[in-house]
């Protein structure tokens, strides 16, 4: 079989290994989301074209890699029909509810309009209808349920009505039952978390800080104008400390060109509180929500780089970064037939930035059905259909890279003209030497454990 070199991949810069006294390349092929390490002279021969010069093994394992791979394949369907078939045969049902339409905070970047509507016991009924008709088809091992809002600690009483009634669902049709939450925090006391994990069946709580109090609280204010960083910052610590309950506690600190300088402070902060092992952290770039938010950004080349220091400091702090995307063959809710989001008007959507959003229109463009049967001016497909559209080439996707491992990123962006790529597209040669880096320290460290257990 005649073979190429694929186009997914990624290859670093040189670098001496000075343990080994070689010169290295890290190599990430994209379309199986493998890193490997690689001697300079096998990147040349491979480079050429001279595949059957390498040695067996190693050839071997780049074609089962998929470094190499048949010359006559069209790669771009290849990753398209991976995708779609994942889609297919996706046996999860995962549906967003957004309780309430309310939120305590008032953040500058927020494009929602927020009210104090909560969903009916009559939209919950119409709810629970829909869902149990999506498993009457017999297509779901499980069902997932992520709490979005506005502020879903809000509409808890709702969380609280629906959950017993989606787990007698589940468990009427043989799936498996979890769920996540979104949240601002600000309610997250070590009491409610107890509720949700124990109670609710939530295994994943993300919050939002955006960076140390001065920063934050300029940003994610109450409504009222009355700071929240402190409370939200102690109910994280409390529940990460809180050894009789078991979560997934996930961080996210959004920045733009006003807070970017606190990510750092905010990282040592963290650290001081020993949340090392206890959290996930992640930033993340202000994006547009129906606004001009994403105006206030930095440039994703210069959020690249700086994502790179960051990075660097997690792991100097014995945080634990993932410094490598995955495989993503869904790129989000949008392109799954049965996903959906239901807000607190009873309105349903394929996408959750769009809800709330005033800018959107009443009734809302985006809007694919309701719970009432009405007819609401948006379709499925408008955002449904992205990976045809890749497929055809209408987006840039089609000849990148990192479209395994992003997916595209966000097709209602790619839709309104605004380019969502993620950071990784411009700093992934950087966190190749990273991981590298990381593995041979790491590597060091084992190997001198080792010695010391041969010692004693």
């Known amino acids: 079989m005649a073979l190429k070199l694929s186009h997914y991949h990624v290859v670093s810069r040189p670098v001496f290994d000075q343990i080994e006294e070689q010169t290295k390349r890290a190599i990430f092929v994209t379309r199986t989301a493998s890193f490997r390490i690689i001697d300079q002279g096998s990147w040349r021969l491979i480079e050429q074209g001279n595949f059957q010069q390498l040695p067996s093994d190693i050839l071997a394992e780049l074609i089962n890699i998929e470094l190499l791979v048949a010359e006559e394949e069209d790669e771009l369907q290849t990753i398209i029909q991976q995708n779609q078939a994942t889609i297919t045969e996706d046996s999860d049902l995962y549906l967003v509810v957004q309780p309430t339409a309310y939120c305590q905070l008032g953040c500058h970047y927020c494009g929602q309009e927020h009210s104090p509507k909560m969903m009916s016991e009559e939209a919950q009924k119409q709810f629970l209808e829909r869902t149990k008709k999506k498993l009457q088809t017999g297509k779901f091992t499980s069902l997932s349920i992520g709490w979005f809002g506005g502020e879903p600690l809000v509409g808890l009483s709702v969380i609280r009505s629906l959950t017993p009634q989606l787990k007698a669902l589940a468990t009427e049709f043989n799936c498996s039952y979890d769920a996540k939450i979104v949240t601002n925090g600000l309610a997250l006391t070590p009491k409610i978390a107890k509720e949700l994990i124990e109670d609710l069946n939530i295994t994943f709580i993300e919050v939002t800080l955006d960076g140390t109090k001065e920063y934050h609280d300029l940003r994610r204010m109450q409504k009222s104008g009355l700071p929240t960083f402190s409370k939200i910052f102690r109910n994280v610590v409390n529940i990460a ?216």
């Open 241 to 456: 400390h809180q050894k009789d309950i078991d979560i997934q506690l996930s961080i996210r600190c959004n920045v733009d060109y006003q807070n970017y300088e606190a990510v750092s402070p905010l990282l040592h902060e963290l650290a001081t509180a020993n949340l090392q092992d206890k959290v996930k952290f992640y930033v993340a770039p202000i994006h547009s929500w129906g606004n001009d938010a994403h105006k206030q950004s930095l440039s994703k080349e210069d959020f690249a780089e700086l994502e790179i220091f960051w990075l660097s400091e997690m792991i100097e702090l014995g945080f634990y970064p993932q410094l490598i995307p995955g495989r993503v063959p869904i790129v989000c809710m949008a392109v799954s037939p049965n996903s959906e989001l239901v807000d607190a008007y009873g309105n349903i959507f394929n996408c959750t930035e769009v809800s709330y959003v005033p800018t959107y229109g009443k009734p809302n463009e985006y809007a694919i059905d309701h719970l009432s049967g009405q007819t609401m001016p948006g379709n499925r497909e408008r955002l449904g259909n992205f990976n045809q559209k890749v497929s055809q080439g209408n987006y840039p996707c089609s000849s990148c890279k990192m479209l395994p491992v992003c997916g595209g990123s966000c097709p209602k962006s790619w839709a309104e003209g605004i380019e969502p790529c993620p950071s990784a597209k411009y700093n992934i040669e950087d966190r190749l030497l990273l991981n590298y880096a990381l593995s041979r320290l790491t590597n060091e460290i084992e190997e001198t454990e080792k010695f010391s257990n041969q010692l004693s």
